[in-house]
């Protein structure tokens, strides 16, 4: 069957719009490429200043690499550059959003047109030329894009990027060039974040043509549908959406770089007073066009509990869209959470769901023995050694220690509400890294969850509740866990997100610690020789974490007074939660 001309039109423009978005994307790409330029000397320094301490057995931990003179120049340096760079990057992304809004603009209307039968002769409004100057140089939050980009992107994903670099390549003994290399790539977390507020901004303003241009002729449109990619890389969210239909006054609110769009619905012909008939396109529903792909993509685009629930026919296939307000994106459409949608969230009685893979266990273990044999200069026995005393260490005190989770009075809130915790993939929101992409594939390489895991089975982060608490960022709201969580957690040295994206470092069953867990021989070799024990320890509890694992509530006095403190008090009385006011953690 012939696709309808106006699919056909807006097919076109997509395609336009993507070889433009190429283009842009390259040219930012290349312009970053002047910030790591700029930055070669502080790196080259820096790297071989480590070097050099490494060669006389003082190799810096990570704490006194964050106090070097060296490693502070090399920050100041970064934010002049990286500051160069996000103006450069406001312009582009003005210029696209104009570029864009003009092919919106010019695509709605050919879509106008094709509505009309032969015969029919009308000339649709055309939006004014100083329309798009309401939205250039603004987000969909109405926050300046310059704003956006300083605050909410570049400067703390590069800096982030390039110092999780910098410390597994210190821990693994690489040279100073390559070193170097790792930082630079680093350091491009920046620029990833750049390429995904251009594009959603960008995109947003064909969209707005899009919508704009309906409404301007609202005496002939009466709504529109929803068109999406409908390819294996569509999420399940965008297939439940697509061929929707949606009133005039409803914008399409998709998620951070979507790419779906808006097909008109015109009036019908007969009630405009002319004698033909109807010319709206029929759309198949993403229902019906998902039952197209093979069983393979189906899995692809939906995980494995939405794909069961699927093949057993009690998937509610528009259930799958629910949209968020993210603090970052707006409104956002976003798949729906599986035990929202009718399926079972699985809770393992008999230990852990997922386990990281045996051989780069091995592999890891062996790299913590070579990268203490080097930073040491001892023999591997001793070497060995030291990790296994290390694991003996760390196994003492996970043993004799509480389990525990951070939240901010809000985030406590909702978790009472729904009876549940909740990753970043389902509220949108983090108080340490928000990056779906990386906190998927740690999961991967460090616990063995696969990235297409549904979230509610993703793991909830937490630490060991040992001495005073080192992660009051996390809030001011500590959860404390009963016993029963242990079979399914796991534990590692520290924050695990760098050290399990990079390869090095996986989260082993608490029960039965590993010298896997491990980040670099520096970190080992201070705990051990030191006797100091860390500050944060964390742990990942597998499987749905529910208000039932919740062994007690503690909130800061601090917070005493504050609205959403006191509402998570007098909740958790009235559940049969213990919940206390404390000095401290």
């Given amino acids: 069957?012939?696709?309808?001309?106006?699919?056909?039109?807006?097919?076109?423009?997509?395609?336009?719009?993507?070889?433009?978005?190429?283009?842009?994307?390259?040219?930012?790409?290349?312009?970053?490429?002047?910030?790591?330029?700029?930055?070669?000397?502080?790196?080259?320094?820096?790297?071989?200043?480590?070097?050099?301490?490494?060669?006389?057995?003082?190799?810096?931990?990570?704490?006194?690499?964050?106090?070097?003179?060296?490693?502070?120049?090399?920050?100041?340096?970064?934010?002049?550059?990286?500051?160069?760079?996000?103006?450069?990057?406001?312009?582009?992304?003005?210029?696209?959003?104009?570029?864009?809004?003009?092919?919106?603009?010019?695509?709605?209307?050919?879509?106008?047109?094709?509505?009309?039968?032969?015969?029919?002769?009308?000339?649709?409004?055309?939006?004014?030329?100083?329309?798009?100057?309401?939205?250039?140089?603004?987000?969909?939050?109405?926050?300046?894009?310059?704003?956006?980009?300083?605050?909410?992107a570049l400067y703390p994903d590069a800096i982030d990027g390039l110092t999780t670099q910098l410390v597994n390549a210190m821990a693994l003994g690489f040279n100073p060039r390559k070193t170097a290399r790792l930082m630079?790539?680093?350091?491009?977390?920046?620029?990833?974040?750049?390429?995904?507020?251009?594009?959603?901004?960008?995109?947003?303003?064909?969209?707005?043509?899009?919508?704009?241009?309906?409404?301007?002729?609202?005496?002939?449109?009466?709504?529109?549908?929803?068109?999406?990619?409908?390819?294996?890389?569509?999420?399940a969210a965008c297939y439940a959406m697509h061929g929707t239909i949606h009133p005039l006054d409803e914008r399409l609110e998709d998620h951070p770089s979507g790419r779906c769009a808006m097909i008109p619905i015109s009036k019908g012909w007969k009630e405009l007073g002319y004698d033909v008939?109807?010319?709206?396109?029929?759309?198949?529903?993403?229902?019906e066009e998902f039952a197209?792909?093979?069983?393979?993509?189906?899995?692809?685009?939906?995980?494995?509990?939405?794909?069961?629930?699927?093949?057993?026919?009690?998937?509610?296939?528009?259930?799958?869209?629910?949209?968020?307000?993210?603090?970052?994106?707006?409104?956002?459409?976003?798949?729906?959470?599986?035990?929202?949608?009718?399926?079972?969230?699985?809770?393992?009685?008999?230990?852990?769901?997922?386990?990281?893979?045996?051989?780069?266990?091995?592999n890891i273990i062996e790299r913590n023995i070579d990268a203490l044999k080097y930073a040491t200069g001892h023999p591997r026995e001793d070497a060995e050694k030291m990790l296994n005393d290390a694991v003996d260490k760390l196994q003492d005190v996970v043993n004799n220690n509480k389990l525990a989770v951070?939240?901010?009075?809000?985030?406590?809130?909702?978790?009472?509400?729904?009876?549940?915790?909740?990753?970043?993939?389902?509220?949108?929101?983090?108080?340490?890294?928000?990056?779906?992409?990386?906190?998927?594939?740690?999961?991967?390489?460090?616990?063995?969850?696969?990235?297409?895991?549904?979230?509610?089975?993703?793991?909830?982060?937490?630490?060991?509740?040992?001495g005073k608490c080192n992660a009051m960022d996390y809030g001011k709201v500590q959860w404390v866990f009963k016993d029963t969580v242990r079979e399914r957690t796991t534990v590692t040295f520290g924050n695990s997100l760098g050290g399990m994206h990079a390869g090095i470092q996986q989260g082993a069953p608490i029960n039965k610690v590993n010298g896997a867990v491990f980040e670099g021989a520096g970190r080992i070799y201070d705990f051990v020789e030191s006797g100091r024990i860390p500050k944060y320890i964390e742990i990942q509890i597998q499987g749905p974490v529910k208000l039932d694992d919740v062994a007690e509530i503690l909130i800061l006095k601090s917070q005493k007074g504050m609205p959403d403190a006191d509402w998570v008090y007098n909740e958790a009385k009235r559940l049969g939660i213990p919940v206390n006011w404390v000095g401290n953690f």
């Fill in 277 to 287: 008939p109807d010319t709206n396109p029929t759309i198949p529903s993403g229902e």
């Fill in 406 to 466: 951070h939240s901010p009075p809000d985030a406590a809130k909702m978790i009472l509400q729904d009876g549940r915790f909740k990753t970043q993939f389902e509220t949108g929101t983090s108080k340490g890294k928000l990056s779906f992409t990386d906190r998927a594939i740690a999961a991967e390489k460090g616990l063995g969850i696969p990235q297409n895991v549904s979230n509610e089975l993703r793991p909830i982060h937490g630490l060991v509740k040992e």
């Fill in 292 to 362: 197209k792909l093979d069983e393979q993509q189906q899995l692809g685009v939906l995980g494995k509990g939405r794909y069961e629930l699927y093949k057993a026919g009690k998937l509610d296939f528009g259930k799958l869209a629910t949209f968020t307000d993210d603090k970052v994106w707006g409104r956002s459409l976003r798949i729906a959470p599986l035990g929202d949608i009718g399926g079972k969230l699985p809770v393992p009685t008999t230990g852990l769901l997922y386990h990281p893979n045996k051989l780069d266990t091995e």
């Fill in 184 to 235: 630079k790539d680093g350091l491009a977390q920046g620029l990833t974040k750049a390429l995904v507020i251009a594009r959603t901004e960008q995109l947003r303003a064909f969209r707005e043509a899009s919508f704009q241009n309906y409404n301007k002729n609202s005496d002939i449109v009466k709504g529109w549908v929803w068109h999406s990619a409908l390819g294996t890389r569509t999420c």
């Fill in 1 to 152: 069957m012939p696709k309808p001309k106006v699919i056909e039109t807006l097919d076109a423009f997509k395609a336009e719009v993507r070889n433009n978005e190429k283009d842009a994307m390259l040219l930012m790409a290349k312009r970053w490429n002047a910030v790591e330029r700029g930055l070669d000397a502080q790196i080259a320094a820096l790297t071989q200043e480590i070097d050099a301490l490494r060669a006389i057995d003082k190799l810096p931990t990570a704490n006194q690499l964050y106090r070097m003179e060296r490693y502070k120049t090399l920050l100041a340096q970064t934010q002049r550059e990286v500051g160069q760079y996000e103006r450069f990057a406001q312009g582009e992304i003005e210029r696209g959003q104009r570029e864009y809004f003009a092919l919106g603009n010019d695509a709605a209307q050919a879509m106008l047109r094709d509505l009309t039968p032969a015969g029919v002769n009308i000339n649709f409004n055309r939006l004014p030329v100083d329309a798009v100057n309401n939205m250039i140089g603004y987000c969909k939050d109405g926050a300046p894009l310059f704003s956006v980009l300083k605050e909410r």
